[in-house]
């Protein structure tokens, strides 16, 4: 039960605690391989350096809080680009930088409570497994959260056809991953069309977290803000109605660019959401250093280098297939860089790390630390275990073969 922030505990702290007293039998290997953790390890852009020099002076002044007018424009540039159903509809108002995507889904639910002052015990609806981030904001919230479970039946995604109506009436947030961490599922027009028309028949705000949208294999993953405007043409709304009404997508620069230590992102969404929440950042939010905010614009006008770490991944997951075929997917990832293996005939994910670890030195990430046991004892990722794709083509392959060669 998640009720206050020591019930939060990191998968990777959990994880350390299972294999502190395990040593990991290295006769049969060269070095043991962790892959838990989900940071780009792909190289970043040659030219980051030289961006970051070129605003070097910038450290000399307070950095606009709401970016730089180039930053702005870039973001923009983006979007309309990579969702060009949305040209005719978003402005530079429905869009803030972020000091990387995870302050933005953590200072956003202070928004989404202030709009629903009205409910006196609010819930905030979270997938199962679940981003920390949820849990927490939920928490600092004053709110209950509210676990969906993604399971296989459910493409791996939460059901909002789930949730009771009294649920529904106290929610004030439903946080929600597309492609979702860790089982890499991407939602359909019509799943998101659904969350979308409940978060405005009750009110709440649906916050999209779109931060692996540009690590795909076939067709790119569709945006929440594309459902809106494909709503807004269906059911011929007036022109003072806001498509992005209730909706709020967040994205950055760490899995798109392999930047994850620059913390640069976006929120984009409901226009008078998104100016609230740009007064509360201009009083309780960090800015964006101005090297970083330079950087940044040229990282988002830059579609080459996203299209070269695309295929790095693309690599290792058809390796994926090749090497472990069927054995250990319920159903193969559609997008980002994840594996969510399997294990249960291995007695689960959390046994089956031990053994792994101990036996030829790879590290996973069970599933269930990833996730929340409800009341009856069920949690949905304890059969799994999951396996970040980003070493190198070379220690990917080591890897698959050291899982095949245990439970092969």
């Known amino acids: ?39 780009p390890r792909h190289p970043a852009p040659s030219w980051v350096q030289e961006k970051l020099d070129e605003a070097i002076d910038t450290v000399g002044n307070y950095p606009p809080i709401q970016g730089s007018t180039e930053l702005q424009n870039a973001l923009l540039g983006w979007v309309v680009k990579r969702y060009p159903s949305l040209a005719n509809h978003i402005s530079n108002k429905n869009i803030l ?17 202030s709009k629903r002052a009205d409910i006196t015990n609010p819930v905030v609806l979270i997938p199962n ?22 399971v296989a039946e459910n493409n791996f995604l939460p059901k909002i056809d789930d949730v009771p109506v009294e649920i ?7 946080y929600h991953c597309s492609p979702s961490n860790p089982e890499g599922a991407i939602a359909t027009d019509e799943t998101l069309q659904k969350a979308i028309k409940t978060a405005r028949a009750y009110n709440f705000m649906f916050f999209s977290d779109e931060c692996y949208s540009e690590i795909y294999r076939d067709e790119k993953p569709i945006s929440a803000l594309e459902t ?18 209730n909706i709020c997508v967040f994205n950055s620069l760490s899995k798109r660019s392999n930047v994850p230590g620059i913390r640069s992102g976006l929120i984009m969404g409901e226009q008078n959401f998104i100016q609230s929440f740009a007064s509360f950042r201009n009083v309780a939010g960090p800015q964006i250093p101005g090297p970083i905010q330079h950087l940044s614009t040229h990282l988002w006008q830059d579609e080459t280098h996203v299209s070269e770490n695309r295929a790095l991944y693309a690599e290792k997951l058809e390796m994926a297939e090749k090497m472990l075929k069927t054995r250990f997917f319920t159903q193969k ?3 980002g860089f994840f594996l969510w293996l399997n294990l249960a005939e291995f007695g689960g994910g ?59």
């Open 350 to 408: 959390i046994q089956a790390a031990s053994t792994l670890w101990k036996d030829v030195g790879l590290k996973l990430l069970p599933g269930a630390y990833l996730a929340q046991t409800n009341e009856n004892g069920f949690n949905p990722g304890a059969d799994y275990a999951r396996m970040a794709l980003v070493s190198s083509l070379e220690e990917t392959e080591e890897a698959f073969e050291r899982l095949l060669r245990v439970f092969g």
């Open 97 to 113: 930088p972020l000091n990387g995507s995870r302050e933005g889904l953590f200072y956003a639910i202070f928004m989404a409570k």
């Open 333 to 335: 990832p559609q997008a």
């Open 168 to 174: 529904l009436e106290r929610t004030i947030a439903f």
């Open 1 to 39: 039960m998640l009720t206050q922030f020591s019930d939060i505990q990191s998968p990777f702290a959990s994880l350390r605690a299972q294999l502190n007293n395990i040593s990991p039998n290295l006769k049969s290997v060269e070095k043991p391989i962790d892959l838990t953790i989900g940071a």
């Open 129 to 150: 497994p679940y981003y920390q981030v949820y849990g927490a904001a939920a928490i600092a919230a004053g709110a209950t959260p509210y676990f969906l479970d993604a």
């Open 228 to 245: 809106g405007i494909k709503m807004e043409m269906a059911q011929k709304l007036q022109e003072t109605t806001d498509p992005f009404a």
